[in-house]
């Protein structure tokens, strides 16, 4: 399964009970408005910088979307003409490391594949397994430096970028199940599977204190709690922050490394989808279209996150909507919404972005922008 292909499929207990009364939907309405409560600032629909931001953010945040709208298409990636690393199974991720190069994690394989900015195959390793060089249940990757951090289920498997391609370093346990992961210069953060109490974890890797903060979805049953906690996060270098999104929720949040929040965003015009919950029957049963679900989330430039969410419509047809955020303050924008098949970012860096393909084997295009002056 590609989890950001466009086939939505929901992990979920049974689907059985659907005919109960006593049927709950999450998020409670009480969740939803302790969001909007909570929210330093409310992401409208609009392809103009909030009247809010001053006037050098705001033509630096016109800069950036002007930019992203007019980057150069380069090269695809992904085929089905020939066995090997460009043919790619099941992906769950895509990272563009600072040197240019596309790391993309294949948990089909078990493998991690790196392609160069101008698409070719730079070097792969990994199958599906135990072993150092191989991964299962693969979540999450990120390349900081030379080095290349895997998280699996229970476990961070550290690699090492060298000339002859990646080798395997060790590995660390990890204390709780991680979704997602990013690199700061104070740490490693991961956004932690389904734990409502804390969303975010720095990962003791080389020797710094654990530490837990961020709230997730905490209203009702376990299962819900989990299943609306999961989220997605990006690291922001300049100002540090540690942006948690949720992937079935209309909010961001933004955290210092020391884990106080530095901001709360909301989304105006989102589709949310509801998780069906039939007490007395261990059932929690996927939403049905119209949904939204965050689907990227990335630093774009200097300074700016770009968050790309896919809209599923009762006809089961998709949109895709980017929204261009201030890393400093949560404020921003819409960048586009289109159907277009081959404009969900997946990756971005600060001259080029990574969007997947929709379409019947998974593809990718690397999109090419100006330096922004």
């Known amino acids: 399964m590609y989890r950001a292909a466009g086939v939505i499929t929901f992990l979920a207990a049974t689907v059985a009970g659907c005919g109960d009364s006593r049927r709950v939907h999450h ?58 690393p460009e043919l790619l199974g099941s992906i769950l991720r895509v990272k563009l490391a600072h040197d240019g190069e596309i790391l993309i994690l294949d948990s089909m394989n078990g493998r991690v594949v790196a392609f160069g900015s101008d698409g070719t195959t730079k070097t792969w390793f990994g199958r ?40 395997w370093r060790g590995e660390m346990p990890l204390p709780v199940e991680i979704n997602s992961i990013c690199v700061l210069a104070s740490g ?94 261990a059932s929690l049963q996927s939403p049905m279209p119209p949904h939204e679900i965050l689907m990227g989330l990335d630093v774009i430039g200097r300074g700016f996150v770009v968050a790309t969410y896919l809209r599923v419509d ?20 819409l960048v586009e919404e289109t159907t277009r098949p081959d404009r969900q970012i997946m990756a971005a860096g600060r001259h080029q972005y990574v969007t997947y393909i929709r379409g019947l084997y998974p593809r990718f295009r690397i999109w090419h922008m100006d330096e922004l002056r």
């Open 188 to 281: 490693i953060f991961g956004i932690t599977l389904g734990a409502p109490a804390t969303a975010v974890r720095r990962l003791s890797v080389f020797g710094e204190n654990d530490l837990a903060f961020g709230r997730g979805y905490t209203h009702g049953w376990e299962f819900a709690q989990r299943r609306l906690s999961t989220g997605l996060g990006t690291c922001v270098g300049t100002p540090a922050r540690i942006i948690h999104g949720f992937e079935e929720l209309p909010a961001l949040r933004a955290y210092s490394p020391s884990g106080v929040i530095q901001w709360s965003a909301t989304f105006k015009d989102y589709w949310q989808g509801y998780w069906i919950e039939t007490p007395g029957r």
């Open 314 to 333: 009762q006809r089961g047809e998709f949109m895709t909507r980017a929204y261009l955020l201030d890393a400093e303050t949560g404020e921003g924008g």
């Open 27 to 84: 998020p409670l309405p009480e969740a939803i408005a302790e969001l909007e409560r909570e929210a330093t600032t409310v992401i409208l629909p609009d392809t103009v910088p909030p009247p809010t931001m001053n006037a050098e953010k705001a033509a630096r945040w016109i800069a950036m979307r002007r930019a992203i709208l007019a980057a150069r298409p380069g090269a695809t990636i992904g085929t089905l003409d020939r066995d090997g």
């Open 128 to 167: 599906l397994g135990d072993g150092p060089m191989e991964l299962r249940t693969a979540r999450d990757l990120e390349r900081y430096g030379d080095s290349l951090f895997v998280a699996q289920s229970g476990l961070l498997k550290i690699y090492g970028r060298t000339h002859r391609g990646y080798e």
